[in-house]
């Protein structure tokens, strides 16, 4: 039973910094594509950062040279290091995993497993 348990969210300034974290259980998730999604009030859920099983990422445009995904196989998590926020980047955000080592794209269906979320808000 693959489980995936966010943590990290709170609280900050813009300009300031968080680090989230992704725990993942029942299954290895280096092995497979890891990715960072958010949903803000009244907007639709968009993709923030992936990673690949090789460790190749990407990012959406907003983000670029802000937020850096990673990943630690020994603790079966994966992080979202967010810093310099603004107010845009107030959301909800989910970890999520597909089922594949390569991402391919931010597109949510093709991602099958869902943490529960973390809320970030920046004033």
């Known amino acids: 039973h693959v489980q995936l348990v966010e943590s990290g969210g709170g609280s900050v300034q813009a300009g300031g910094s968080l680090r989230l974290s992704c725990a993942a259980s029942g299954y290895t998730s280096r092995n497979y594509c890891m990715a960072w999604f958010r949903q803000a009030p009244g907007k639709e859920r968009e993709g923030v950062a992936i990673?690949?099983?090789?460790?190749?990422?990407g990012y959406e445009d907003s983000v670029k040279g802000r937020f850096t995904i990673s990943r630690s196989s020994a603790e079966n998590t994966v992080y979202l290091q967010m810093n310099d926020l603004t107010l845009e980047d107030t959301a909800m955000y989910y970890c999520?995993?597909?089922?594949?080592?390569?991402?391919?794209?931010?597109?949510?269906?093709?991602?099958?497993?869902w943490g529960q979320g973390t809320q970030v808000t920046v004033s």
């Open positions: 999520a995993s597909a089922r594949a080592p390569a991402c391919l794209s931010m597109t949510i269906s093709r991602y099958q497993d």
């Open positions: 990673i690949d099983s090789d460790g190749s990422t």
